[in-house]
């Protein structure tokens, strides 16, 4: 069984990376003028935040990335911003412990996995939850961002929202290419 | 009729789904402004995330995370590192220390450093201490891998490659965690780390409590022509404590390695039975780094202190027993800067000092001191150096990055140093980065190998590499790179058997090149793997032991929420003995015989993870699911060469609190 494996891998892997090499080398790119991904997403990210009306609003808007920071940079183009005359606070965030406090979750890619336990530990409580991975509205994210044919679109799980105490304006709904109501 | 620019375009459609011209629209100044609607009209670029700033780092470099340790069931650091391109883990004949190799050079030619600290002992050539059995992976935050020279940045031993290993430091532990691992030879394990803040300052603390009897394989044939299992089992503390306050960091360190068996003795390849070694680090450090201090500097400060404690027990040597110790201490006192406030460069600065210093070596030869330098294997002695480096990375354009730069070390030992580097980074588009490197590196020679030099004169090696790097992004799913590389070292120290000295030897070479690939076709699987081939120079000083070809594939699949299975395979092929290596000298019936080259190894490693709670996490690793009979190559008075462990297994559970 082994050996047999390793004649495969012997013969084949060389060979593959021979074809992708190559392939690299004559597909020189082709560059266009688009908008980085993350760039796009926090402005999503940001209007999300100016659709959706809390309970109550608290001094600073307290918006936190949970996993690996995806957005680098473009973070600060939400924090140097304000959301209705409140500054908005922007923290990266790697245990469940340290969601405290958080109005709105971004749940990154990197801890997609994780998306049960951001739930188990906001229940009850008015957090937007918002990802960009496929199947996380069915998990209970309220907003989802996918990419599709170079845009970026999204889905609102209102239900989810409702729950929490989150009411979203008609144009968020409006807008969402599916809301599970 | 399809013509030869449609055939090539087909192909990349084929191969690389490459994107379809896209008409030129320009980005809005302030995507703020815009409406919800229009948003969703604006054309997304594929995004890279951290890879970006690995690709355009000017060297090669890997980085093994936490996470990548927990998925692939690693406990020991250095199982981690034979996935990495380049690098190949064999083992000493004696203890089965680990020796790293990158690029088919010798292990002496790597440097491994734990939080920017050598691990080398200044009585060996080795990177490590002599007993050194590798690190848990439990106190590791992640590991950084570079291919290629960085003695122009980090000084000695640096010429083939660094790893360097960090730690978790207080700030990293947010959550409390204990866990437990068993598993087959048996290994126990208890682990855990502890954070906490105490008025403003961060606290922090990681343990590991290990026993192992080892996998003790079966020898066929030892110097004296017997065979047996040989015992490699050991014990391990590592404890490592930590505090942080705005600006600084101190922390304290250690770990006690000890019943420690040989299995087979260093000098003379014969059954060791009876060996107990122990190794006994403490590691004191204090770290500052202020961006605010002065404006445009981030000003960074440093003193390390490391005391290393070696016995080897009393052991077995040519029928009599011996017991060697030593203790030494390194001090290293380092300051650099940052310098921003240029157009488009970005300075680095530094200068240091580090004071070595052996105060203690014991020979004991069958209960009685071997006193006089001649029957010592050292002898005490101090060195002090002294460093300077200097780097500026020019951002020439958006697209095109220089980086120069060099350090000058002077030692007390032996001549001055200078150690250059060059790189271009050319960032053609999105997608494509190619890199152009160049850098000189050296090795200071060990307390012994110049107090048992052959000659006047023993000089520290040197060696040049030039490097040609590739990366491409294909699309979010793909992306693949190429390095090239030609290494040539030359006034490589050796050690004459006979005479009992050290001596710098020839010259030699490697050139060779290295594939990589990731594929993440979904969210929840992720595909990567690497292949690599080298050609050494075909002369004496070629590195026997070395394989020409090597690959790695990894999978991971996260099946359900919350389970991830991973799957990888170590592949080592093309193993050719020298002449001078290929027939046994051992006494008895098995002097004499031929060995044959190598079988190549293929070693399938598999590990489930749960994490079943925001508490509890659990872990199952097979490992050498498929029970290959992987060895490593050693010398020629052990026949059939070191036996890798056959297939084993491991479970482990852990408590967040």
């Known amino acids: ?181 | 009729m399809i013509n030869s620019a449609n055939k090539a375009a087909l192909f990349c459609g084929l191969i690389l789904s490459a994107p379809a011209i896209q008409a030129q629209v320009d980005e809005p100044e302030d995507l703020f402004a815009l409406d919800l609607g229009q948003l969703m009209d604006m054309e997304v670029e594929i995004a890279t995330g951290t890879k970006k700033t690995l690709s355009k780092a000017p060297a090669a470099v890997t980085l093994i995370t936490a996470d990548d340790l927990k998925k692939t069931g690693a406990t020991n650091v250095i199982e981690a590192l034979e996935g990495v391109p380049g690098v190949h883990v064999r083992y000493n004949r004696s203890f089965y220390t680990p020796f790293i190799h990158i690029r088919g050079t010798n292990t002496n030619q790597v440097m491994l450093m734990v939080n920017g600290q050598s691990l080398r002992s200044v009585i060996s050539p080795w990177p490590q201490d002599v007993f050194w059995k590798g690190m848990s992976v439990n106190a590791v935050e992640r590991v950084e891998i570079i291919r290629g020279p960085g003695s122009a940045l980090y000084g000695s031993q640096a010429s083939a490659g660094v790893v360097n290993i960090i730690t978790k430091t207080a700030n990293d532990i947010e959550e409390s965690e204990a866990g437990l691992r068993v598993g087959s030879f048996d290994t126990q394990s208890v682990f855990g780390q502890y954070g906490t803040t105490l008025n403003e300052m961060r606290a922090g603390a990681t343990y590991d409590i290990s026993r192992t009897e080892g996998h003790n394989p079966y020898i066929v044939s030892d110097k004296s022509g017997s065979s047996d299992d040989i015992g490699l089992g050991y014990k391990n503390v590592d404890l490592r404590t930590y505090l942080a306050q705005d600006s600084w960091r101190i922390q304290a360190d250690f770990i006690h390695n000890f019943d420690t068996e040989s299995g087979l003795d260093g000098g003379t390849g014969f059954f060791d039975p009876i060996t107990s070694a122990e190794t006994r680090r403490i590691n004191l450090g204090w770290d500052y780094s202020n961006r605010n201090l002065i404006s445009d500097w981030k000003l960074d400060a440093k003193m390390h202190y490391q005391n290393i404690y070696s016995s080897s027990g009393d052991g077995y040597y040519y029928g009599d027993t011996k017991q060697e110790r030593s203790n030494e201490h390194h001090l290293t006192t380092e300051v650099s800067g940052l310098y921003s406030g240029a157009a488009d460069h970005e300075i680095t600065l530094g200068l240091g000092h580090k004071w070595l210093k052996l105060d203690d070596v014991t020979s004991i030869l069958n209960g009685v001191e071997n006193t006089g330098t001649a029957a010592a294997f050292a002898e005490v002695a101090t060195r002090n150096e002294n460093f300077l480096y200097l780097q500026d990375v020019w951002e020439f354009s958006d697209n095109l990055e220089f980086t120069v730069g060099g350090r000058y070390d002077s030692d007390s030992d032996f001549d001055s140093v200078f150690n250059p580097r060059a790189a271009v980074v050319w960032k053609s588009s999105e997608k494509l980065t190619s890199k152009l490197l160049y850098g000189e590196a050296f090795r200071a020679p060990s307390f012994v190998e110049l107090q048992k030099k052959r000659y006047a004169v023993l000089n520290p090696e040197s060696s040049k590499t030039i490097e040609l790097a590739f990366n491409y992004v294909v699309n979010r799913e793909l992306s693949l790179s190429m390095n090239l590389f030609e290494f040539d070292s030359k006034n490589v120290i050796k050690f004459s058997g006979s005479t009992g000295t050290y001596y710098n030897g020839g010259n030699y070479g490697v050139n060779g090149v290295e594939l990589e690939a990731q594929w993440v076709p979904r969210n929840d699987l992720r595909i990567s793997g690497n292949v690599t081939a080298r050609r050494p120079d075909e002369n004496s000083e070629r590195n026997d032991y070395e394989p020409y070809k090597d690959g790695y594939l990894r999978v991971d699949w996260e099946f359900k929420p919350a389970w991830n299975l991973d799957v990888q395979a170590n592949w080592t092929a093309d193993r050719r003995r020298s002449s001078s290596n290929s027939t046994s000298v051992t006494t008895g019936a098995y002097n004499g015989l031929a060995r044959p080259d190598l079988d190549n190894n293929f070693v399938v490693d598999t590990t489930v993870r749960y994490e079943h709670s925001n508490q509890w996490e659990f872990a199952a690793s097979v490992k050498n699911l498929l029970n290959d009979d992987a060895r490593e190559s050693t010398g020629k008075t052990v026949l059939l060469d070191l036996p890798l462990p056959e297939r084993n297994v491991f479970v482990e559970m852990r408590y967040k609190f």
């Open chain 1, 1 to 181: 069984m082994g050996k047999w494996i390793e004649r495969v891998f012997e013969r084949v892997a060389g060979k593959l990376f021979a074809v992708l090499l190559s392939a690299t080398v004559i597909c020189l790119p082709v560059t266009a003028a688009e908008i980085p991904e993350y760039k796009l997403k926090a402005a999503f990210l940001y209007n999300f935040a100016s659709f959706t009306a809390w309970p109550e609003d608290s001094a600073t808007f307290q918006l936190c990335i949970f996993g690996e920071d995806p957005f680098g940079s473009h973070l600060k183009q939400i924090t140097s911003r304000k959301r209705k005359k409140h500054a908005i606070e922007a923290r990266v965030v790697q245990t469940i412990k340290g969601l405290n406090g958080c109005q709105l979750v971004f749940i990154a890619p990197s801890a997609s996995n994780r998306i049960n336990q951001v739930q188990d530990s906001i229940a009850g409580k008015p957090v937007l939850t918002v990802a960009d991975s496929s199947g996380a509205l069915e998990s209970g994210v309220m907003v989802n961002m996918e990419t599709r044919k170079g845009r970026v679109y999204f889905e609102v799980n209102l239900r989810q929202a409702r729950q929490h105490n989150l009411t979203m304006s008609s144009k968020l709904l409006r807008l969402a290419k599916r809301v599970v109501r």
